[in-house]
Every structure is written in C-alpha cells, then in structure tokens.
Antibody, heavy 121, light 111 residues
Framework: DVQLVESGGGLVQPGGSLKLSCAAS????????IHWVRQAPGKGLEWVGR??????????AYGVSVRGRFTLSRDDSDNTAYLQLNSLEPEDTAVYHC????????????WGQGTMVTVSS | IVMTQSPLSLPVTPGEPASISCRSS???????????LDWFLQKPGQSPQLLIY???IRASGVPDRFSGSGSGTDFTLRISRVEAEDVGLYYC?????????FGQGTKVEIK
C-alpha cells in the first residue's frame, strides 16, 4: 500500500520547536516531492512548503507565514521527510499533513493522516 | 493562483444530483497536457480524502457517482446521485505551481 505516516506532533509552548516526520512506504520515495499542508482547527487548508527530489537539488519552498521559521529536509535512504518547526506561535496550531507529489506525472497526490501540533502556554 | 469555489453551502436531497464549481485565477493546464486540479472531501474529524485528480480522474475506491470535468481555469465536481454519506466539506486544490492553493470549501449537507 502507498502510505505516508506523520509523527512528532504534540503540545509545545510559544517560541518552542518541534520536528515532524513523514515516513513513506509503498512507492519510490526518492522520485517524489514532498509537500506539507496544514489545517488549523475549524479553518481551511494552507500550503506550508515543499522539498523536491535529488535531481532537483532538494530545492525547498515555503509559505509566507512560515518562511524563516520552518525548515524542510529529507532522508531518501530512510524514506522519510522532515519538517522542523522553530519559533512556534499559537497561530501554528494545526494538523500537519505531508503529501506525495510526483512532478509532471499522471500520478495522484497521496496524503498522510496528519499529526496535530498545539502551540499554547 | 486564487481558487474560488461556488457555492459555499449546498443543501442536497438524497438521490438528486449536485455540482460544485471551482475557478482558478490562472490556467492550471501545463505543457504535459495535465491540469493539476484535485477535488477532495473532508468529513468531520477526518483527514482530506482524495476524490478526483488531474481534474477528471477518479481516485482509487471512489464511487463512480463522483465525476470531475474542466480544463484551464474552470472545473466542476458532480455527484450524480447524492447519498447521505457524501456530506462534508469539499475542496478543490491547485497543484500546478510550486505553491499549492485551495478553494474555500463547499459544505454539502442533507436537506
């Protein structure tokens, strides 16, 4: 089965840090860009960022609201992508999903179930 | 790219058809002939469930009462005969650019 499983969420104080993981299985991870999308409670969906593949130099891009605070990385040998969250704010409280995207292909995007991050004192 | 869905609320009668429109501010059609436009359903307390990708391809396991159409900037999701289990929030999403953008969501509920 093609699957993405996020982990690492939890409760953190404002200004704190957290590192989320996205473990992939059932497909060639190294051929896939990984995007992160979040959804705050009762709100819509927001694109957080993406990391491309090795042939594309693992290029990263970030949404305006997280740029400079969040960092994407990946370990193709371990089929895992990471999202480092720093300087967290209450507005970062959300469910964070990772999504597989094979660029310029006919393949569907695959979503993980998400991991909840709560920023509160 | 700005994605605009309509309507934002859609009361439906079981057994009747329903449709949702999604318009993008820029064309989603890429040089490979694909429109990177997805439709998905989010039921209360659940993660988004992919229904349609590339504008018109049903995802695995999705009932054939769901269909997608459109190209460029105008897309439509149709449900041929609504069932009670179809209630929830429907989103369209553009994946044609680096930055993905989402429609506001259409709340489908039973009359």
């Amino acid at each position: 089965d093609v699957q993405l499983v996020e982990s690492g969420g939890g409760l953190v104080q404002p200004g704190g840090s957290l590192k989320l993981s996205c473990a992939a299985s059932g497909f060639t991870f190294s051929d896939s860009a990984i995007h992160w999308v979040r959804q705050a409670p009762g709100k819509g969906l927001e694109w957080v960022g993406r990391i491309r593949t090795k042939p594309n130099n693992y290029a990263t891009a970030y949404g305006v609201s997280v740029r400079g605070r969040f960092t994407l990385s990946r370990d193709d040998s371990d089929n895992t992508a990471y999202l480092q969250l720093n300087s967290l704010e209450p507005e970062d409280t959300a469910v964070y999903h990772c999504v597989r995207h094979v660029e310029m292909s006919d393949l569907p995007r695959i979503w993980g179930q998400g991991t909840m991050v709560t920023v509160s004192s | 790219i700005v994605m605009t869905q309509s309507p934002l609320s859609l009361p439906v009668t079981p057994g009747e058809p329903a449709s949702i429109s999604c318009r993008s501010s820029q064309s989603l059609l890429l040089s490979n002939g694909n429109n990177y436009l997805d439709w998905f359903l989010q039921k209360p307390g659940q993660s988004p469930q992919l229904l349609i990708y590339l504008g018109s391809i049903r995802a695995s396991g999705v009932p054939d009462r769901f269909s997608g159409s459109g190209s460029g900037t105008d897309f439509t999701l149709r449900i041929s005969r609504v069932e009670a289990e179809d209630v929830g929030l429907y989103y369209c999403m553009s994946a044609s650019r680096t930055i993905w953008t989402f429609g506001q969501g259409t709340k489908v509920e039973i009359k």
